[in-house]
């Protein structure tokens, strides 16, 4: 894997404003390759804990090695991550539209 990225952890995402899409999926697929070559416990419950969907999960865990698993399961702890926070959005638009309502 790249030496010259820094990994990311997943909850570190819906802070982030701007970064483009590939140095995210390399810096996420880092942070999880190493879970998957020493920590795997703690990858399952991280995954559990963003709420991944289990059987992409374990349909990425079926690739042939770590490095092809890492970027897979990268993609879907990123979509999942901007579908929060899409919904998030949505909800407080909606909130500040029935804000407006009430005035």
Excluded: G, W
């Amino acid at each position: 894997m790249d030496n010259d990225i820094l990994p990311i952890d997943p909850s570190e995402i819906v802070h982030l404003k701007h970064i483009d899409e590939d140095l995210l999926l390399k810096r996420l697929s880092l942070f999880i390759y190493d879970l998957l070559q020493h920590n795997f416990e703690k990858l399952c419950a991280l995954m559990y804990r963003h709420d991944v969907n289990e059987k992409l999960f374990n349909e990425a865990l079926l690739l042939p090695n770590d490095e092809e698993r890492a970027k897979a399961i990268a993609r879907i702890v990123i979509e999942r991550e901007m579908l929060k926070k899409k919904t998030r959005e949505m909800y407080r638009a909606y909130k500040n539209e029935n804000r407006l309502r009430e005035k």
